[in-house]
C-alpha cells in the first residue's frame, strides 16, 4: 500500500527553466511533509518541509507548494541548476508521536546545461 | 562537524548467514531511525530509537531482523538467516530531539544475499 506516490520516474529539465515535481498522497492524517535529494551514493539530505496548516513555503530557489483538499504536493526548483540534478524523494509523517517517514518511490531530475 | 556515519559500505552474503550492520548517528541526536531501499523502491521505514523508551519496531519486516542501539550512540542492525529479497541499501538517519522531522542520513550500507 503505497501512501505516498511520485508518478514520474524521471524528470529532464533545461538548464535555468523550473523543474517541477510532484508527490500524491492517500493518508489524510499526514500533516507535514518535506522533500529529500539524494546524489549516488550517498544518503538522502533534507531539503525542504512543509506543515499542513500552510500552503507555500520558500527556501531560495525551493518551493513547496501543498493541496491538502487534492492531497498533493509539488517542488518548484527556479532556476534549475546543473547541480540540481539528482534523486528526489518526497516523505510525509504525523505528528502524533511517531516520527517516521514514508517516502515516495523518487524522481530521477536531470538538468540539461 | 561528523555526519552519520555507516559501515560497511558494502556487504555480500551468501544466503543463510548472518549480517550485522552498524550505524554511528551525529552526537546529540538522541533519535535513530533505520530504513531500506530496495531496487527502484522507496525508503521502507524498518525501526526507530529515541532515547530510553523502547523502540518503534513496526517496520521491521520478519523477525530475522533486529536492532540495538547502545545509549544515545551506536546502533546495529542484524539479519539473521539472510534471503536474496533481504538486499538493499540500508539506511541509517538521526534527528534532533526537537526537530524529528529532519532526519540526516548515513550514506547507507549495500547489501548483497547471493
Known amino acids: 500500500d503505497q501512501q505516498v506516490k511520485q508518478n514520474s520516474p524521471s524528470l529532464s529539465v533545461q538548464e535555468g527553466r523550473i523543474s517541477i515535481l510532484n508527490c500524491d498522497y492517500t493518508?489524510?492524517?499526514?500533516?507535514?511533509f518535506l522533500w529529500y535529494k539524494k546524489y549516488p551514493a550517498e544518503g538522502p539530505t533534507f531539503l525542504i518541509s512543509?506543515?499542513?496548516?500552510?500552503d507555500k513555503n520558500e527556501d531560495g530557489r525551493f518551493t513547496v507548494f501543498l493541496n491538502k483538499s487534492a492531497k498533493h504536493l509539488s517542488l518548484h526548483i527556479v532556476p534549475s541548476q546543473p547541480g540540481d540534478s539528482a534523486v528526489y524523494f518526497c516523505?510525509?509523517?504525523?505528528?502524533?508521536?511517531?516520527?517516521?517517514?514514508?517516502f515516495g518511490t523518487g524522481t530521477r531530475l536531470t538538468i540539461i546545461p | 562537524g561528523a555526519g552519520v556515519s555507516q559501515s560497511p559500505s558494502n556487504k555480500v552474503t551468501e544466503k543463510g548467514k548472518d549480517v550485522e550492520l552498524r550505524c554511528d548517528p551525529i552526537?546529540?541526536?538522541?533519535?535513530l531511525y533505520w530504513y531500506r531501499q530496495r531496487l527502484g523502491q522507496g525508503l521502507e521505514f524498518l525501526i526507530y530509537?529515541?532515547?530510553?523508551?523502547?523502540?518503534?519496531k513496526s517496520g521491521l519486516p520478519s523477525d530475522r531482523f533486529s536492532a540495538e542501539r547502545t545509549g544515545e550512540s551506536v546502533s546495529t542492525l542484524t539479519i539473521q538467516r539472510t534471503q536474496q529479497e533481504d538486499s538493499a541499501v540500508y539506511l541509517c538517519?538521526?534527528?534532533?530531539?526537537?526537530?524529528?522531522?529532519?532526519?540526516?542520513f548515513g550514506p547507507g550500507t549495500r547489501l548483497t544475499v547471493t
Open positions: 552526537s546529540g541526536h538522541t533519535a
Open positions: 530509537f529515541q532515547g530510553n523508551s523502547a523502540p518503534d
Open positions: 538517519a538521526s534527528s534532533l530531539p526537537s526537530k524529528h522531522y529532519e532526519q540526516y
Open positions: 493518508n489524510s492524517m499526514f500533516d507535514y
Open positions: 512543509i506543515s499542513s496548516i500552510k
Open positions: 516523505a510525509a509523517t504525523y505528528n502524533f508521536g511517531n516520527e517516521k517517514l514514508t
